[in-house]
């Protein structure tokens, strides 16, 4: 959709708005918020700062437009990959292998604009990472006590962010493929000790 705004000036300006928040969504998931300058968008979208400021009010604006593009488009975790898991661990791992497909996508930008962005947006942020925590948790329920669901979906929240900033990085698919690895292989491991320690309890009464 095109948008037509007066510069200070009087002289109009025109643009395609929706076009624009997809070239700041590139810019900002790229080189984070700190990392765009007004000049470098007006640049890159072809129009002038008064004609960026009438359409979005400030850069925060036009950030928080691009970072809801983001969310829609490429941004929402994939939770449907466990429906063919069978154990938790196999949960674990399709959600982290997931998470890692997207952030390291050869026609992407590297990492997630979500875990990278800073405290412009910190409120509607906290909100999408609390979401995202619940959808996570809410996909492993057929495979976790209640009483762990919470305690694991932050940890694997957490890995998520990290798998993010790591790809940002330069970490390779391979090399994240290892912290998947080693994240499952605790999940395991604390499985078999709440076994034992339930076969135990069995055992002394």
Request: charged share 25%; glycine share 8%; with cysteine.
């Amino acid at each position: 959709m095109e948008q037509s705004a007066k510069s200070r000036g009087g002289r109009p300006w025109s643009f395609d708005r929706d076009k624009a928040v997809d070239i700041a969504m590139r810019l900002f998931w790229r080189h984070g918020y700190e990392g765009v300058s007004v000049g470098d968008l007006t640049k890159a979208i072809g129009v002038a700062p008064p004609s960026l400021y009438a359409a979005f009010g400030s850069k925060a604006g036009l950030y928080r437009e691009a970072l809801a593009r983001y969310e829609e488009t490429f941004g929402a975790l994939d939770v449907s990959v466990v429906g063919s898991a069978g154990t938790l661990e196999e949960a674990v791992r399709l959600l982290l292998e997931g998470a890692v497909r997207a952030v390291t996508h050869p026609d992407r930008e590297r990492g997630c604009m979500i875990s990278g962005s800073l405290v412009e947006c910190q409120p509607e942020n906290a909100a999408r990472r609390d979401a995202m925590r619940e959808r996570i948790a809410n996909a492993l329920c057929p495979f976790a006590e209640p009483q762990d669901l919470q305690r694991l979906a932050r940890h694997l929240a957490a890995v998520m962010q990290g798998v993010s900033i790591q790809a940002r990085d330069g970490a390779t698919p391979a090399e994240l493929q290892e912290v998947v690895e080693d994240v499952v292989s605790g999940v395991a491991a604390r499985l078999a000790l709440n076994r034992r320690a339930l076969n135990d309890l069995n055992l002394g009464n």
